[in-house]
Nanobody, 119 residues
Framework: QVQLVESGGGLVQPGGSLRLSCAAS????????MNWYRQAPGKQRELVAT???????NYADAVKGRFTISGDYAKITVYLQMNSLNPDDTAVYYC?????????????WGQGTQVTVSS
């Protein structure tokens, strides 16, 4: 099964930028979408951005115009470019892959990478 590992998080000042990466190993039969989620302390995990196997993208309203998702389905690799960061973006960011393996749906998660926006 595919293992997802996020990287690129860290501490950044408001207005700064970070680029998150998600590296994968393993194999899936069908990939439907690759996603980035985030979860702040005491809050529920929320969907930040999605890229489908057809190349369509979607973003949460809070990050539209600031974040850009990109991916390589052949390599099962996904990125999140984050610009104009503000303290509300502080969270653990998780890579997620949705698909079907031998007729069984799956939803695979990385371990998360911390993003802290503070001056």
């Amino acid at each position: 099964q595919v293992q997802l590992v996020e990287s690129g998080g860290g501490l950044v000042q408001p207005g700064g930028s970070l680029r998150l990466s998600c590296a994968a190993s393993g194999r899936y039969s069908i990939i439907n979408a690759m996603n980035w989620y985030r979860q702040a302390p005491g809050k529920q995990r929320e969907l930040v951005a999605t890229i489908t196997s057809g190349g369509s993208t979607n973003y949460a309203d809070a990050v539209k115009g600031r974040f850009t998702i990109s991916g390589d389905y052949a390599k099962i690799t996904v990125y999140l470019q984050m610009n104009s960061l503000n303290p509300d973006d502080t969270a653990v960011y998780y890579c997620n892959v949705e698909g079907i393996s031998r007729g069984t749906p799956f939803n695979n998660w990385g371990q998360g990478t911390q993003v802290t926006v503070s001056s």
